[in-house]
């Protein structure tokens, strides 16, 4: 499984602030993100960062491992 | 001694801050921070109040790291890094950053650096409340 995470104005566009997805081989974050996509568009129209176990991530072509954490995010506003 | 890098919900005082940064090393010359608060006004309407919501693992990862890389950067002599995760009123403390260096000039563009980067890069997302409802804050320089 797939740890999906939201947080913040993001959960308000996906009416849900944790989702399991079913891992599958060969899976990258850009497979994922665009199934999401598909399913939450509002959501993806203010995702602009994605962080895979806690860490940055930017290239989207990396593949996931099962059991990874990944987290969906709007742009920060904290300080 | 608290950590040098926490996310708390209860206030913070600045003295303690600055004299837990003190006590690392008395070469320290220049000590530079940022206290960052709530503001009652905000894009042209009132803000009754400031709701905050963090990824907090990766947050306060994010924050250490950010410390650590100011030191490196500035090679100041300590630093330190607080951030409230609650709701506040105006005029209440949201962040604190103090960067202690053997100079004013590196302590000074720590300080700055810390900051700016700390929105870059430090999943924290603030909600605005007001009396025609509420909105999640686009960032702004």
Not at chain 2, 31 to 45: K, P, Q, Y
Not at chain 2, 65 to 83: G, N, P, S, T
Not at chain 2, 130 to 140: I, N
Request: overall charge negative; glycine content about 6%.
């Amino acid at each position: 499984m797939i740890n999906v995470l939201f947080f913040g104005p993001v959960v308000e566009r996906t009416g849900s602030a944790a989702l399991k997805i079913e891992f599958m081989p060969g899976m990258t974050l850009q497979i994922l993100r665009d199934e999401l996509a598909e399913k939450y568009p509002r959501a993806f129209e203010i995702v602009s960062l994605a962080a895979v176990n806690g860490q940055h991530v930017r290239d989207f072509s990396i593949p996931l491992i099962d059991n990874s954490e990944v987290t969906f995010m709007a742009k920060f506003s904290g300080g | 001694m608290k950590d040098a890098v926490r996310i708390q919900e209860e206030d913070f005082s600045q003295d303690e801050e600055i004299t837990a940064l003190k006590t690392s090393s008395q070469r320290m010359g220049g000590i530079a921070t940022f206290l960052g608060c709530a503001r009652d006004f905000s894009e042209g309407r009132e803000v009754s109040r400031i709701s905050f919501e963090a990824y907090g693992s990766m947050a306060l990862s994010e924050m250490k790291q950010l410390r650590l890389d100011a030191i490196e950067k500035f090679k100041l002599l300590d630093a330190r890094i607080v951030h409230r995760i609650c709701t506040v009123t105006a005029g209440d403390n949201i962040v604190f950053i103090a960067a202690g260096a053997e100079h004013r000039a590196p302590a000074l563009e720590a300080c700055r650096y810390m900051i700016d980067e700390l929105k870059e890069r430090v999943p924290i997302w603030k909600k605005e409340i007001t009396p025609e409802g509420d909105a999640w804050v686009s960032p702004h320089p």
